[in-house]
């Protein structure tokens, strides 16, 4: 099925983005983490935009924190999202904005009753506080990343806010129904506006020869990794205002570890060097996704930590390749974390997941910048061979 130019109506900058880690969640240990200063990525911002410039990198996501932001019912401080609409202005990047990065205000969670309107609000007092000093621009937005994994962790394993057991689904209801009482007030104040799903990408398979209910059981944990996006679009609980039209840009975020066995859990090595047949490529996750809702798809987030990362860069680009030549009106990939980090929990072991790694041998890690010179490699690689893809489509449509 070839890709017409309409399917690649863009609005992003460019093919290959950054995404700086932009975390404000309550971790496990009930400890407010902010990454924005934690990777030095606020204090280092103008370094930061001109190496991903350097890089041809010119779409990145951010965050505005909404803890950091509402830190009183209704009263909003943008001073922080200030300063980086201002860089971005300087150095000529494109920002996606995450709204609702995994953290809340101090006084909410998903269960409270107030949640939703109180997101409501944020979303309508930040496309005031953007369409005042860029009226013309195009604006992205995430409501809320990553809904299901956060209904996983704050609802089902206690690892952060509301720390339930046995709630990830009521927590999910909670996060969808501010998230579509968002995308209303988001449209209403802009109708403009370009809405951002991200949404993990997954697969779960039963072990080999498994009996009739744990298939049964690894299907359905599959089928529900659309559950956020079919609640959104109508689909799922219609009672909580989805609508088809809803649905915009489909975010997908794919990671080493996306597929695994469920009974006993264990995870699918992502190079299948054994030829497992249950394992399925990326480039067929991303035709099955685009197919169940026929939307163009972007691949939010993807990267991976160690010395495998340049690896896991080719492979994302020739399985961008092929979903592309498959008829998938892939848009993008973000390479997420641009920029190292340490973990959520503990903070001292950094992930080496980045383009550019933490000298964690220095007192603040987080302020140091060392370039991981095979990733680079890979990505001028990579972006070089999508953009020869991409060329190709283009003069065959115009043929």
């Known amino acids: 099925m070839p890709v017409t130019a309409s399917a690649f109506d863009s609005p992003f900058a460019s093919f290959w983005m950054a995404g700086f880690e932009c975390t404000d969640q309550l971790n496990a240990f009930g400890h407010r983490v902010d990454f924005l200063p934690l990777t030095g990525h606020l204090e280092l911002l103008d370094q930061d935009y001109r190496a991903i410039g350097q890089h041809e990198l010119r779409t990145v996501r951010e965050g505005i924190r909404w803890s950091q932001v509402e830190r009183r019912p209704y009263e909003y401080d943008w001073t922080t999202v200030q300063v980086l609409l201002d860089a971005g202005r300087r150095h000529g990047i494109q920002q996606v904005w995450d709204l609702c990065h995994f953290g809340y205000p101090d006084d909410l969670t998903p269960l409270h009753p107030l949640f939703a309107r109180r997101f409501a609000a944020l979303c309508r007092a930040f496309v005031d506080f953007y369409r005042q000093q860029r009226p013309d621009d195009v604006l992205i937005v995430t409501p809320i990343n990553e809904v299901s994994f956060m209904s996983w962790l704050g609802g089902d394993v206690r690892g952060t806010s509301p720390y339930a057991q046995g709630q990830g689904w009521e927590v999910k209801r909670g996060l969808m129904r501010a998230y579509i009482e968002g995308v209303a007030a988001l449209r209403e104040a802009d ?75 264990q995870t699918l090595p992502w190079a299948n060097e054994h030829h497992d047949p249950r394992f399925r490529p990326l480039s067929a996750l991303l035709q099955d996704a685009y197919q169940r809702y026929g939307r163009p798809v972007v691949l939010s987030e993807t990267s991976h930590p160690g010395h495998d990362r340049p690896h896991w860069l080719r492979m994302v680009a020739e399985e961008s390749v092929k979903a592309l030549r498959a008829g998938v009106p892939l848009l993008g990939v973000c390479l997420y974390p641009i920029i190292d980090r340490p973990d959520w929990d503990h903070l001292t072991p950094w992930h080496h997941s980045g383009l550019w790694d933490a000298d964690v041998t220095q007192d603040r890690p987080g302020l140091t910048r060392l370039l991981h010179g095979p990733s680079a490699g890979a990505l001028a690689d990579a972006q070089a061979l999508t953009t020869r893809e991409l060329v190709r489509l283009e003069l065959v449509d115009m043929a």
């Open 191 to 265: 109708p403009g506006i370009r809405i951002l799903t991200t949404e993990p990408l997954v697969r779960v398979v039963p072990r080999p020869g498994a009996g009739p209910a744990e298939v049964r059981r690894a299907r359905e944990a599959d089928r529900s990794q659309f559950q956020s996006v079919d609640m959104l679009a109508g689909r799922l609980c219609p009672e909580l205002g989805g609508r088809p039209e809803y649905l915009d840009l489909l975010g997908f975020n794919y990671y080493f570890d996306n597929q695994w066995q469920l009974e006993p859990y």
